[in-house]
């Protein structure tokens, strides 16, 4: 998710061509190349809002962001735990699929929870040049 | 009057008929939705009918909520995440719109059946499922296998990394879910122990209710933030999702 986040940057550059579409009016896709820079220039130039958006996507509490990493927890034990009872189902191995997979989705569950926070870590360091409030 | 849980049972309206063992009613939570998706049409409908360059009231709202949810596609997603913009606008304003239809008294919570939430987020899992494979083909397998990891240990984070992807619709579920039950019972049971003291203690009650009077007002201003932060969460985690499937082997 962290990559998701720096990948913004290089695709906000890839959009020029996107504008000139199959109309043979060289007037109106000349207007359309131009009025699609001018925006391009418009997001760049405004990363404020954008930056503010991504600060918030844990929430603006210590609340929120604390329910969001316990239920990417809990999500990953009841994940690995479900698909363990599955296995010892059709396969009849119980209980070792529901004892492996618990443990394996014990692991997901902190994989998540350290990849939530790692994505709010991240995102709060993209917004550098801005203090950040906490 | 003091069941916190009364608020959440779902009522027959009328019946559609059978199908199989099973027989099909129309409930208060079909009604609430139909109603979610009415009010979502007629709100952007009748915004956009004049289309002024200066936009009216409605119009800016409605305005503010696309440029609202296309900068959320944006920043998560990229430009290519444009491309869903239709569908994580019209799950951003369902969910919203259901989310304040619950804090309408008398109203109903859709989204606090786990059951609407789960269908959404298995909706959403499903889209990233189908488009990963379509555009990517077994290339969006790559999801599963993080590179630069030792062979010897690649198969237990391979199982680890296909249990954080089932997990996701689990986690997307349960937040929003959990988030609009817990906060309707709270205020529910804050708002029964002002009638309970007034009827218990008399005239002392009506003293001591002030107490929970004035948490239940702080708590449906809560409500309220809960309400509109969970659209926006179950929305940027849908995009951050759907980027998995734009993009996958990071």
């Known amino acids: 998710m962290a990559a998701g986040f720096a990948m913004n940057g290089d695709d906000a550059g890839s959009e020029g061509g996107r504008g000139s579409g199959p109309t043979s009016e060289g007037d109106l896709s000349a207007r359309l190349k131009r009025l699609e820079a001018q925006l391009d220039q418009r997001r760049e130039a405004a990363p404020g809002p954008r930056q503010r958006v991504e600060d918030s996507t844990s929430g603006p509490s210590a609340i929120g962001r604390a329910f969001r990493l316990s239920t990417e927890f809990v999500a990953g034990v009841i994940a690995g735990g479900g698909l363990g009872w599955l296995f010892d189902r059709l396969l009849g191995t119980s209980p070792w699929g529901l004892i492996v997979f618990l443990l394996l989705g014990f692991a997901a569950g902190t994989f998540n929870v350290v990849r939530a926070a790692g994505a709010q870590k991240s995102s709060d360091a993209s917004g550098g040049s801005k203090p950040q409030k906490e | ?250």
């Open chain 2, 1 to 250: 009057m003091a069941d916190p849980i009364h608020q959440f049972e779902l009522k027959p309206i009328f019946s559609l008929g059978r199908i199989g063992g099973s027989e099909i009613v129309f409930t208060n939570a079909s009604l609430f939705m139909f109603g979610a998706v009415a009010l979502v049409t007629l709100l952007t409908m009748l915004a956009t009918r004049n289309r002024a360059v200066v936009p009216g009231r409605l119009q800016s709202l409605v305005e503010m909520s696309y440029e609202f949810v296309a900068s959320t596609v944006r920043s998560s997603a990229g430009n290519e995440g444009m491309r869903f913009f239709p569908f994580v606008f019209s799950l951003f304003m369902f969910i919203l719109i259901l989310n304040l239809f619950g804090m309408i008294p008398g109203g109903f919570t859709v989204t606090s059946h786990i059951i609407i939430t789960f269908a959404l987020a298995a909706l959403v899992i499903g889209t990233v499922i189908v488009y990963g494979f379509w555009k990517h083909g077994l290339h969006f397998l790559h999801l599963f296998v993080p590179s630069g990891v030792p062979v010897y240990i690649l198969p237990l984070v391979t199982a680890i990394e296909v249990i954080s992807f089932l997990s996701r619709p689990i986690s997307l579920s349960v937040r929003l879910f959990a988030n609009m039950l817990a906060g309707h019972i709270t205020l529910k049971v804050f708002a029964g122990f002002i009638g309970m003291l007034a009827s218990g203690l008399g005239a002392l009650g009506w003293v001591v209710g002030v107490l929970p009077l004035a948490m239940t007002i702080a708590l449906t201003g809560l409500e309220f933030l809960v309400a509109v932060l969970q659209a926006y969460v179950f929305t940027i985690l849908t995009c951050i999702y759907l980027n998995d499937a734009l993009h996958p082997g990071h």
